[in-house]
Structure formats: C-alpha cells, structure tokens
C-alpha cells in the first residue's frame, strides 16, 4: 500500500502545534511524501534568507534515517549539551493498520458487502491518518531545530537540508544497536549515582522535581487518550455492522417497517462518520501531543542529567585538586582541569536556564492552543450528534 499527501492532507497533517515560532529567514515544511510498505521518502522543501545556504529556496529527498542521525548528530555534540534537543521522531510504524486489513480480508466471507467495503474504508483512512501523522512529527523535528537560535546554524543541520543527494545514512546494525543499549544502561546507572549530589541551584532542583512529576502524568494522560480514542473507533465500528444489520432487515421487510428501519440505517452510518471524526480530532489534537510531549520531557531530563554529570565532574575536580595540594604534586594541572569543570558547568546551568524557561512557555502555549481547538471541536460534533438524532425523531413523527 503506498500513500501521498494531497493539499487537504497536508493541512491537516499540521493540525497539531507545539508552538514552534518559525523564523521567517529559515522556513521548513516536508510538502509531500511518499510511503512504500515500511519506508517514507520526505521531500524537505526550505525557503530561507540566510546567506550560508547557496540558494534561497531548494528541495531534497530524505528517508527517517536521516532524521535520526541528524538527531544523534546534535546530541553528541559537546557544544550543544546546555540545550534541549528537539526529540527525534519516531520510526514509521504501519504494521497496526496492515495487519487489522489482512484479517479484515480473512473475514470477508463472514460480512456482506457493505459492512465490508464500510470497515475498509475505515481502514484505509486509519492508515492514511497513521501516514500523516508520521509526516507530521518529522516534519515538527525539522521546524524546532529551524526555530532554534543556536541548532539552525548547526553545519549538519545545514547539510541535511541543502545537499541534493542521497545522504548515504544506513540503518543501525545489531552491535551499534546493543552498543546504544549498553550506553543507555550505564547513563541510567550513572544517573543514580550522580543523584546522590546536592544540588548547587534551587532553580534546577525545582525543575528536576517537576519534570519527575510531570513526565509521570503526562505518560499516564496519554495512555488514557489512546484508551479514549480506540473507544470511538470502536464505537464507529459498531455502527457500521448496526447500520449494515438495519439496512439488511429492511431489504427483507415489505410492511410500513421497512422505512423505519432504512431511515434508522441512515442514522447509524451518519452517526459513524462523526464519530469517527471524533476520533480523528482526539488523535491529532490530544492524543499526538501528549505523545510529543512525553518525548520533549525526557529531552529535557537529558538536559539536566548533563548538567548534573558536569556538577559531578567539578566536585571530583575539587577533591582532585585537594588531594594534589595535599602531596604537593600536579597542583597546576589539577588547577586547569578545576577550572575547565567549573567553567563547563556553568555553561551548562546559563544556557540550561533560558532552556528550560522556555520549554515552559512553549509547552503552555501548545496545550492551550490544542485543548481550546479540541473542545471547539467536540461541540461542534455534538451539535451534529444532537441534529442528526433530533431529525431522525421529526422524521418518524411526522410518518
């Protein structure tokens, strides 16, 4: 199955905010997309004013790989540790929709040919939105690093976005892949071991507090929107095999019941298409940024276990530089290497600061814009609710 975004679409796949303020001298958008079984091709469109580009406007191909190694570019470098790294996007995962239209043709013989075109319909749809959604989060990666004033001067970044050939990016292998693993269990122990360290700045430990707090609700949030959207779906589903049941018995009736039951048949495939509406816009306007957020939180917990590794560092320095006094031995290299600790990490609490205070903001604004918009939404599928019900009642009184 192999998909693309038309104008429509598009402007739907970016109906989900996360505030990002673009800078008008460097704009990003990913126009078009082409998916093929488990692999997206983006094409990164860039429109910009800025003279270390050789042209203002340009396009290239990408797959998600690049995106990654873009990500893991910024995040092993030293000179972006006091920042938060825009969270990668997540791998293309298409297997959910592929595998619900496989038994959905397992099960064709048991439908009739209504409920059975009605349910793929509904499955082509929840793949196209599964689609949109994943040319969405690349394309919200490539807005944050735009949107950034020190990541969209990143050389890489710029390469990423300029150069028109194939960027030769190949998918991690099993070693690199245990290799990852293996870095990410010694980060954890690391972070126990460093937590053991009293923080220097209230700011910091008020902000490590929250995002504890914060990342455990916002996980918790976010499983229950899922839960919430799936019971929409399945209430949408459910129509369609009472609106194929009703339309069924009325083909058999011949008495003054056929009517009724044609009309209530009608009801039920217009209730369907709401709800399933209902469902879409819970996705994209709640359920999508909730997962966002669950990844921007933990990049911003990197943020600080950074810092608090430098802490560590500049302690041990100290202790370092007591013990070379003490045997009168190295003292100016221990002094150096004091100094270089102190000097990273106060680097890393001033850039960590104006940070995290903007992380703030930021996160505010979203969710503000997106539940304002959700809600505007829920009335206004409600009011159809309560329309189509009431005219179908009006409807059978007057017969």
């Known amino acids: 199955m192999t998909s693309t975004l038309d104008d429509s679409e598009k402007e739907k796949a970016r109906s989900v905010s996360v505030d990002l303020?673009?800078?008008?001298?460097?704009l990003i958008d990913?126009?078009?997309a082409l998916c093929e079984r488990d692999k997206v091709k983006f094409t990164v469109h860039t429109k910009t004013t800025l003279s270390s580009f050789q042209k203002p406007e340009?396009?290239?191909?990408?797959?998600?790989?690049?995106f990654v190694w873009l990500h893991d570019t910024l995040v092993e470098t030293e000179e972006y540790a006091g920042l938060i790294i825009p969270p990668a996007p997540p791998k293309p995962d298409f297997e959910s929709p592929r595998e619900k239209m496989h038994k959905l043709g397992e099960g064709e013989a048991t439908m009739t040919k209504e409920e059975y075109t009605k349910m793929k319909q509904e499955l082509e749809a929840?793949?196209?939105?599964?689609?949109?959604?994943?040319?969405?989060?690349?394309e919200i990666f490539l807005q944050r690093l735009s949107s950034h004033p020190t990541l969209n001067k990143d050389r890489n970044f710029q390469i990423f976005l300029e150069y028109d050939q194939d960027l030769s990016v190949r998918r991690k292998n099993a070693k690199e892949m245990f290799g990852g693993f293996f870095k990410n269990m010694v980060k954890t122990a690391d972070e126990v071991i460093i937590s053991g360290i009293k923080e220097v700045d209230d700011f910091f430990e008020q902000e490590k507090t929250f995002l504890l707090d914060y990342y455990s609700k916002i996980k918790d949030s976010t499983a229950k929107a899922e839960k919430m959207t799936r019971s929409h779906k399945n209430v949408a589903d459910d129509y369609i095999h009472i609106s194929a049941t009703l339309n069924s018995l009325s083909a058999d009736d011949s008495t003054a019941l056929k009517k009724h039951l044609e009309k209530f048949a009608d009801l039920f495939e217009k209730l369907r298409k709401v709800e399933g509406?209902?469902?879409?816009?819970q996705e994209l306007k709640l359920?999508?940024?909730l997962r966002y957020y669950m990844r921007d939180i933990?990049?911003?917990k990197d943020l600080l276990y950074r810092r608090a590794r430098a802490l560590a560092d500049y302690e041990n320095s100290n202790k370092a530089l007591d013990k070379a006094r003490l045997k009168s031995k190295d003292i100016p290299q221990a002094e150096e290497h004091q100094q270089q600790c102190l000097q990273k990490f106060d680097k890393l609490s001033e850039s960590g600061k104006r940070e995290l205070t903007s992380f703030k903001g930021r996160r505010v604004v979203a969710f503000r814009k997106n539940l304002i918009e959700m809600a505007e939404l829920e009335i206004k599928h409600a009011k159809n609710n309560v329309?189509?019900?009431q005219g179908c009642i009006d409807l059978l009184k007057s017969n």
Do not use: C, G, M, W
């Open 58 to 66: 340009f396009s290239v191909p990408r797959q998600h790989e690049d």
């Open 21 to 26: 303020n673009n800078d008008a001298s460097l």
């Open 298 to 300: 933990q990049a911003a």
């Open 277 to 281: 509406r209902v469902a879409s816009d």
């Open 30 to 32: 990913i126009p078009d």
């Open 126 to 138: 929840e793949y196209l939105a599964v689609f949109k959604k994943t040319v969405q989060v690349h």
């Open 387 to 389: 329309t189509l019900l």
């Open 287 to 289: 359920t999508e940024l």
